[in-house]
Nanobody, 120 residues
Framework: QVQLVESGGGLAQPGGSLRLSCAAS????????MGWYRQAPGKQRELVAT???????NYADSVKGRFTISRDNAKNTVNLQMNSLEPEDTAVYYC??????????????WGQGTQVTVST
């Protein structure tokens, strides 16, 4: 019904940058929240940043001032610009979207995840 395609993960040095992108496609009427979560080994999945259809973006305290989330509604995409990366940012990052389908029901979807590794 809906596919999420993630890109942009990889290896970065401390202080470096990466940009994640996620594109949604399928039987979409509209998209409410779009965001990114991450999960490090042995830890619970946590919210990184989210961007609702109405309102402003919100961020985890640990990434405020370093990460920027943005949306392109025409392309059904959400991006995460990650600057000043720290080793603690190492995790699998998951795109998450909340979608109202053409058939008029609401479902959330998760991407497969993309690895981000920050290391010297």
């Amino acid at each position: 019904q809906v596919q999420l395609v993630e890109s942009g993960g990889g290896l970065a040095q401390p202080g470096g940058s990466l940009r994640l992108s996620c594109a949604a496609s399928g039987r979409i009427f509209n998209i409410y929240d779009m965001g990114w979560y991450r999960q490090a080994p042995g830890k619970q999945r946590e919210l990184v940043a989210t961007f609702p259809s109405i309102g402003t973006a919100n961020y985890a305290d640990s990434v405020k001032g370093r990460f920027t989330i943005s949306r392109d509604n025409a392309k059904n995409t959400v991006n995460l610009q990650m600057n000043s990366l720290e080793p603690e940012d190492t995790a699998v990052y998951y795109c998450h979207v909340i979608i109202r389908h053409i058939e008029n029901y609401v479902v959330d979807y998760w991407g497969q995840g993309t690895q981000v590794t920050v290391s010297t």
